[in-house]
């Protein structure tokens, strides 16, 4: 019985995570041949105002995440957003704070955006195509959100720029991946093991030792499995969302995200189908921005971080999210319950 319990939850929680695997890989090609360097670079060498870029950086960061998923936003994206802040002499901070909050605003739009949208649609049949469809008011109002606020929340001050080359742009393998797996992940109802594929040939072709965090990932896949399991023989965390309206559900899926990661949570609280799917899921992906323990993406921001020696404060991190939370899941909510 037990056994087979596990069996089943292993069977569940697998594509989420060979999915994200892939999108993780062919996002370490990208910025092997520096797509996301070049593409930052370019935008800090426009006319372009101190905010215009802050929102243009973070319209990239939006754009990634939605189709690299977050964690390679974050992974990738949160170096280049610091060091264009840096080419123009801008405070970093504003950059540095942006890459982690819009891409976790931005998670909401396709399926492999975000492990946890995999997670509670894994028995939704639904095409890509189909959710995009159903998410962008909400994805629309959550981005927009998150850059107005990021844009009051700090003064874009102007200091000494760096005088740094600009790096070529070079639109070759890693460009045809990216478009292929966006592909790949809108118009297929399972796109595991196909963007799997994809990103282990485009490593493989450039014979690239991916650094990806294996552990972190097989951590959060057993710790997955554990509670899948569990969940099984006890619907007492899923029975919360019983009857219980769309502002509610979303509630909890924020509240149980920062307190155990929306990637557990998504496991607990989707056992059975609750009446409000994409509550769920607001909850779940926006959630994450009250806490750095909410979502591995900041773990992997937080490391990002650290590799351009760019300062973090968890205090300023539960802050800012404290008061964008709530724009954002007031401005979700209202589109998605909107929307026809």
């Not at 773990?299 to 709530?326: E, K, M, N």
Request: charged fraction near 10%; glycine fraction near 6%.
């Amino acid at each position: 019985m037990l056994a087979h319990a596990i069996l089943a939850s292993a069977r569940q929680a697998w594509p989420p995570f060979v999915l994200v695997a892939g999108l993780l890989l062919i996002g370490v090609v990208a910025a092997d041949d520096g797509l996301f360097e070049a593409l930052g670079a370019r935008l800090a060498r426009t006319s372009l105002g101190p905010r215009r870029l802050l929102l243009a950086l973070l319209a990239l960061v939006a754009v990634v995440t939605a189709v690299l998923n977050l964690d390679t936003s974050v992974v990738f994206l949160t170096p280049v957003l610091v060091h264009a802040a840096r080419r123009r002499g801008l405070d970093e901070q504003p950059f540095l704070y942006g890459a982690v909050f819009m891409a976790n605003s931005a998670s909401l739009l396709l399926p492999g955006s975000n492990l946890t949208n995999l997670l509670v649609l894994r028995s939704d049949p639904e095409s890509g195509l189909t959710f995009a469809m159903r998410m962008l008011p909400a994805w629309i109002a959550a981005c927009t959100i998150t850059a107005l606020f990021l844009t009051l929340a700090f003064r874009v001050k102007e200091r000494s720029p760096d005088e740094l080359d600009v790096p070529s742009l070079r639109l070759g393998l890693s460009s045809a991946a990216t478009i292929a797996a966006a592909v790949l992940v809108v118009t297929l109802s399972d796109a595991a093991i196909p963007v799997f594929a994809l990103g282990l040939v485009v490593t493989a072709a450039r014979r690239l030792r991916p650094q990806i965090d294996r552990r972190a990932l097989a951590l959060l896949f057993t710790l997955t499995v554990l509670l899948g399991t569990v969940a099984q023989f006890w619907h007492g965390p899923a029975d919360l969302l019983d009857g219980r309206g769309a502002w509610v559900t979303a509630g909890i899926g924020a509240t149980a995200s920062a307190l155990i990661n929306n990637l557990p949570a998504a496991v607990v609280l989707s056992t059975h189908t609750t009446a409000h799917p994409a509550a769920l899921l607001l909850g779940l992906d926006l959630g994450p921005n009250l806490a750095v323990t909410g979502s591995l993406s900041a773990v992997l921001w937080l490391h990002a971080a650290r590799t351009v020696d760019a300062p973090t404060s968890i205090a300023t991190y539960t802050r800012l999210g404290a008061l964008l939370v709530p724009a954002t899941f007031a401005a979700t909510l209202a589109a998605l319950l909107l929307s026809p």
